[in-house]
Nanobody
């Protein structure tokens, strides 16, 4: 009943920037937190950045100072601004949302992912 749609991925050169967007829709009462994760071929999926309903953020060490996670004016949106991209940032980026329904049920959902490729 809940869908997450990511967008903004693409092919860029090292040093350039991208901004990823995530929009949640469906049976949503409240989103308690959202995050971005990434997975490169042959590697584990890793947390990139998260943001709570209270605005607290955390980042994996390799992106600190370069990436910024934020919530949009629309409550069910999240963004990941990625600056100074390097080839090691190349991966499929997934949006994750922790959602509370009007019935009190809490669940998390994943988007289908958006490809980010950074050339050297």
């Amino acid at each position: 009943q809940v869908q997450l749609a990511e967008s903004g991925g693409g092919l860029v050169q090292a040093g350039e920037s991208l901004r990823l967007s995530c929009a949640a829709s469906g049976s949503i009462f409240r989103i308690s937190g959202m995050g971005w994760y990434r997975q490169a071929p042959g590697k584990q999926r890793e947390l990139v950045a998260t943001i709570t309903s209270g605005g607290n953020t955390n980042y994996v060490g390799s992106v600190k100072g370069r990436f910024t996670i934020s919530r949009g004016n629309a409550k069910n949106t999240a963004y990941l601004q990625m600056n100074s991209l390097t080839p090691e940032d190349s991966a499929v980026y997934y949006c994750k949302a922790d959602i509370l329904s009007s019935r009190g049920s809490s669940s998390y959902y994943w988007g289908q992912g958006t490809q980010v490729t950074v050339s050297s």
